[in-house]
């Protein structure tokens, strides 16, 4: 009898552990896993909170900072243990921490991975496998449309600055805008000579640029977030001093370069970090859940957020439609 | 003894102040939070407002909040259980039309199950496919929803997308603010599109009462000529 009572106990005891094990499996087949590898900072954080509001409770999350210390192994780890389905990498450093361990690890080379807030983003991303993205360069043709919108206005010539490794983004701006009715006109500043100019060659090749732009009948000219354009020493001896007090307006992709300070850029566009990180999680969910997983390849960045400094709009006898004004993030009142 | 009372009197009316169930406003594509939450502060009195954008984000914060009132879409309100409708938001064009609007001449509605569709999110990312497939009887191979109403254009001008859902409403606005040879593909059943005022059972009723109060500017603010 005893031998009997033991004999079932022993049954149940292994249909039990049958029974964990399965649903163990069924757990782990179930989880679904992102893991992010992001540096510290608010933008980064902030896009990251739009992706995990958007996805809800439908995922599990780990982040993992690649400035940790031996990042590639920890990170090799960490995949292995967590086993996310994809991997989220934001900025330059994620992007290059991943390319180092696909190259040792082919589980990891495997996983569909998302690049974000990178600028440059395809080309950067080149030799990682199973690769998505955003990219990060604030588009064209939502500044415009948007701007166009608010004013009223229907100016059809926009001016722009650019080094020649923006080329790539000046020309598909301009294609973009050109369906708009809306015509980019490009001044390369190093695309002549050896290809880096001085801080006074450049500010020289600004000026004349600017002789260029009145002679195509530019209406208003675009800054681009570009440190070698835009710096201390251009900002004091050509933007300021040009579109501070001129009656051509300067779109800029700072905030803080339209504010009431700076009393400089009519209108400021930027990424909207949060909405960012929505725009990643349907991509995430889209390539991560299609019945025959599809690598999704890049798409542009669709919400900007934007500030409006009416002080200058007034300056530049710009009306803006006041019932559109709910639309701008941020409004500098005179 | 009765400054202490006196001080325990003004601490329980401040607590029953206090605890006063907030107002919820969610009108995805209207406008921001912070401009409605200070149109609405002073109205409001004691009562706090919190607005969002998104849907999502409402019902993140409707657990903490099981007695408030909610001003949203009639769309949304269709998928509340538990609320009943005290208010209907009146205005011109409250029973409305979706259109699904492209700038692209190959698309068609015969087509339209294998297109990558645009729409504002105003029911969250759960709810607008059913939404989608009730207005229209389609699935489209993929929808890409935006929180802002003005990224529909980026979507469909940056060939995000092939077509964008707007409200047959929001199509002249659309049209004068692009170049884009906008066409439209199909139109969905008439759909019920006004905000409205839903009220848990054992909520605050007074809400009610000053939201019909309110001021002409605040209720533009809603989108609401007047409440019925």
């Known amino acids: 009898m005893s031998q009997l009572l033991s004999a079932s106990a022993a049954k149940a005891r292994w249909s039990l552990a049958i029974l964990i094990l399965a649903a163990g499996c069924y757990a782990s087949e179930k989880a679904k896993r992102l893991l992010a590898i992001m540096p510290s900072g608010e933008s980064f954080q902030q896009a990251w909170s739009g992706m995990k509001s958007d996805l809800g409770n439908d995922y599990e999350w780990k982040t993992f900072d690649p400035d940790t210390k031996n990042a590639e192994d920890s990170l090799a780890r960490l995949c292995s243990a967590y086993a996310p389905r994809g991997l989220v990498l934001m900025d330059n450093r994620a992007v290059s921490l991943a390319k180092r361990v696909q190259a040792r690890d082919s589980a990891f080379a495997a996983l569909p991975k998302f690049v974000l807030m990178t600028l440059k983003a395809e080309d950067v991303a080149k030799g990682l496998r199973n690769v998505s ?28 600055f650019y080094r020649r490794n923006f080329s790539f983004f000046v020309e598909d701006s301009r294609r973009l805008l050109s369906r708009e009715k809306l ?75 339209a504010s009431k300070q700076a009393n400089l850029g009519l209108f400021a566009a930027y990424p909207d970090y949060f909405q960012l990180g929505v725009q990643a999680a349907q991509q995430v969910v889209h390539v991560l859940e299609e019945e025959v997983p599809a690598i999704h390849g890049f798409e542009p960045q669709i919400s900007v957020q934007t500030t409006l400094n009416l002080a200058v709009a007034e300056r530049l006898n710009w009306e803006i439609r006041k019932e559109l004004l709910g639309r701008v993030g941020e409004l500098i009142k005179p | 003894m009765r400054t202490t009372l006196f001080g325990m009197f003004l601490s329980l009316l401040c607590e029953g102040l206090c605890a006063q169930a907030p107002l919820l406003i969610c009108l995805p594509g209207g ?31 409707l657990p903490a909040y099981p007695k408030a009132s909610i001003v949203t879409t009639s769309a949304y309100a269709a998928y509340l259980s538990g609320y009943s409708i005290r208010l ?26 294998s297109r990558r569709i645009g729409i504002l999110d105003f029911l ?12 229209f009887g ?64 054992g909520g605050d009723e007074d809400v009610k009462q000053i939201l019909l109060k309110l001021p002409k500017p605040v209720l533009e603010i809603l989108g609401v000529e007047r409440w019925e």
């Open chain 1, 133 to 160: 993205g955003i990219r990060f360069e604030v588009p064209a043709y939502a500044i415009f449309t948007q701007l166009r919108a608010l004013s009223g206005k229907d100016f059809t010539h926009i001016g722009v």
């Open chain 1, 183 to 257: 015509d980019l006109i490009g001044k390369c500043i190093d695309c002549d000579g050896d290809g880096s100019p001085s801080k006074d060659e450049i500010i020289k090749s600004l000026s004349k640029g600017m002789d260029a732009f009145k002679e195509a009948g530019v209406e208003l000219v675009w800054m681009l977030p570009d440190n070698a354009l835009v710096n201390p020493a251009t900002l004091g001896r050509f933007w300021v001093p040009r579109f501070g007090k001129g009656n051509v307006p300067l779109v800029v992709p700072l905030a803080n370069l």
């Open chain 2, 31 to 61: 406008k921001p939070p912070a401009y409605v939450d200070s149109a609405l502060a002073l109205p409001l009195g004691p009562r706090k407002v919190i607005a969002f954008v998104r849907v999502r984000d409402l019902e993140d914060v």
């Open chain 2, 88 to 113: 209907k938001g009146w205005k011109r064009d409250a029973q409305s039309k979706y259109l699904v609007v492209s700038a692209d001449s190959t698309v068609t509605s015969a087509g339209l199950a």
């Open chain 2, 124 to 135: 969250g990312r759960e709810k607008i496919p059913r939404f989608v497939e009730d207005a």
């Open chain 2, 138 to 201: 389609l699935k489209p191979a993929s929808l890409k929803r935006v929180n802002k109403r003005e990224d529909l254009l980026s979507l469909m001008g940056m060939d995000a997308v092939d077509a964008v859902i707007v409200e047959a409403g929001d199509l002249p606005e659309l049209q004068r603010e692009t170049r884009l040879r906008l066409c439209v593909v199909m139109e969905s059943k008439p759909i019920n599109h006004f905000p409205v005022l839903a009220i848990p059972i």
